[in-house]
């Protein structure tokens, strides 16, 4: 095991590493003015010769590139002299729209994108491995139609148009819940949760249905096993031959896609909080992207990149947690 978790953890090394490779290209190589589109549309002509001047320009690529990864790793100034910014670890550049070093941005607005997917997450688990189940135990018979038939109708919805309707249906008509707006959990946990209910149903909506069919199909397969059959032949509860010999060995696909939907969702669902105006780090992407900050749109970026390869690392290893036949 500690072997194994030694080569992944090198390979998830590589794997960033070339992501920064990547990345640099794009956002550094490509453009023809990397300056100008790391200044931001709000720039001015003395201000672009500063930028510049901190970005190291002038210099060779593999030097730029060598001061990029540096500041990722131990971080990195930007200019010389008095004039110089100072950008702590992790670098992932500078916001000269915001005048703060990128990391600075992510960490205040992660927050915001953290509760969202974790809250999402657990409903969209809850619903989809529910109705997957349910289905599967139930296969063939009206039950599953319907829900099979609800799933696809609720994953052919885009998440703007759920979002729209929850917010005109829930809060302008019914006046249940007021509009979605950010409070901190350790100020006010139920004003957090509330406020963040709908998104969680937006996303939920999304990604359930999704869920409850390959969970559904997982266990359709796995309860035709053998030892399942072995399991109720030795007058084992039915609880117990579902939930131990049959979700437990089916959650292997599932986890799979946990992790990637998961990984993506901790760097920020753009659509979802720019609707419910959640000030995360989709909402941070999407105003990067039409402010041309260069800069904040190569850190989310990495961020994302980031998140991914850890979740599939993690879940790598949690397969033989939930699967007792996976042996590292």
């Not at 190291?56 to 500041?71: H, M, N, R, S, T």
């Not at 007021?178 to 901190?184: F, G, N, R, S």
């Not at 990604?207 to 059959?229: C, D, F, G, K, W």
């Not at 991914?308 to 993690?314: E, G, K, S």
Request: with cysteine; proline share 6%; aromatic share 10%.
């Amino acid at each position: 095991m500690i072997l194994y978790l030694g080569r992944r953890l090198l390979g998830v090394l590589g794997i960033l590493l070339a992501i920064c490779a990547i990345t640099f290209t794009i956002f550094y190589l490509l453009p023809n003015d990397p300056a100008g589109a790391a200044c931001g549309k709000t720039c001015s002509p003395e201000r672009l010769a500063d930028v510049k001047a901190a970005m190291g320009l002038d210099k060779p690529v593999w030097e730029q590139f060598g001061a990029y990864l540096a500041g990722i790793f131990a971080g990195r100034d930007y200019g010389s002299g008095p004039s110089a910014t100072h950008c702590g670890f992790p670098c992932l550049g500078f916001s000269y729209e915001y005048s703060l070093p990128v990391w600075d941005l992510l960490v205040d607005r992660l927050p915001v994108s953290v509760s969202l997917a974790l809250g999402a997450a657990v409903l969209w688990l809850v619903l989809g491995i529910g109705a997957g189940v349910a289905s599967a135990l139930r296969k063939g018979s009206l039950t599953d139609k319907a829900l099979m038939v609800l799933s696809v109708g609720t994953a052919s919805l885009p998440v703007y148009f759920t979002s729209i309707m929850l917010i005109w249906g829930v809060v302008r008509t019914l006046g249940w819940l007021p509009y979605p707006a950010y409070h901190q959990f350790t100020d006010d946990p139920f004003g957090w949760a509330s406020n963040l209910l709908l998104p969680w149903i937006a996303l939920a909506l999304l990604y359930a249905a999704q869920y409850a069919r390959q969970s559904r199909n997982s266990m359709i397969e796995t309860l035709a096993e053998p030892y399942v059959r072995t399991a109720r032949a030795k007058g084992l509860p039915a609880r117990t031959v579902t939930v131990k010999h049959g979700l437990r060995s089916g959650m292997t696909p599932i986890l799979t896609i946990f992790g990637i939907d998961l990984g993506g969702l901790l760097a920020g669902a753009v659509i979802t909080e720019s609707i419910f105006g959640l000030p995360g780090v989709g909402r941070l992407f999407y105003d990067g992207l039409l402010r041309s900050d260069q800069p904040v749109i190569l850190g989310v970026t990495l961020l994302a990149a980031f998140f991914i390869v850890v979740a599939n690392l993690l879940v790598d290893l949690l397969y033989a947690v939930v699967d007792p036949r996976v042996r590292y």
